[in-house]
C-alpha cells in the first residue's frame, strides 16, 4: 500500500506537540557539538517550543505546518513575515533580530525533519508548499537562516532556489558560545 502524505495547519495542542518533538529531536542531531551540552541538556526539551507555538498561533504571528505520512508527523516548519524580535525568547535566548532592511520579506523562521525520516524528499515536500504559501500571502521574498557549519542544509537551500546574501546574524548560547546564521534568499 502507497504512503499517504499531507499537511496539516498547527492549530491543535496535539500539533504543537508534534512540532515541538521534531524541533528538538532536530536541534539534538544538528547542533551537537556547537551549541554548549549543558545548554543543550538544560533547554532543549521535548516540549520547549509547545508554548511559542500555541503562542504563535493564536497571534497569528507565525503559522506552523505539518507533513504527515500516514498517521505519522515526519517533518515542521514555521513561515511568517519577516520576524523584528525574537518572539521566541524565554529568559536567556534574549537577542534581537537585524531584520530591519528585511521588512515585508516573508521568513521561513524553522524548519526540522524528523532525523530518521530525512533523505526521503519530505522535507523538500513541506518546504515548497511553505514557501508557496508565503508567495500566496503576497510576499516577493524570502529567507531562511541556517547555521554557518550546516553545509548539508545550505546545500539543501540552494536546490530550492535560495542563496546566501552576504548577511548574518550572530546568535549567542550561554555560558559563551556565539554561532552564525547565514541568511538565505529568494526572490519569488
Known sequence: ????????????????????????????????????????????????????????FETRSCHGLLLFRDETPVACINYCAARTHNYNSDGEDNWDFLNAPY??????????THPEERGRGYGGLLFEEAVHRLHSMGFQ??????????????????????????SCVEIPFPPDTVLTDLRYTKRL
Open 1 to 56: 500500500m502507497a504512503e499517504k502524505l499531507f499537511f496539516v495547519d498547527a492549530v491543535k495542542e496535539e500539533h504543537f506537540r508534534a512540532m515541538s518533538l521534531i524541533h528538538a529531536l532536530g536541534w539534538r542531531d544538528t547542533y551537537k557539538g556547537y551549541i554548549p551540552n549543558a545548554y543543550m541538556d538544560r533547554e532543549i526539551t521535548d516540549d520547549r517550543w509547545v508554548p511559542v507555538f500555541r503562542k504563535n
Open 141 to 166: 521574498d524570502v529567507f531562511v537562516f541556517v547555521l554557518r557549519e550546516n553545509e548539508r542544509a545550505q546545500k539543501f537551500y540552494a536546490s530550492h532556489g535560495f542563496s546566501w546574501d552576504g
Open 103 to 112: 521588512a515585508g520579506w516573508g521568513e521561513i523562521a524553522s524548519f526540522y
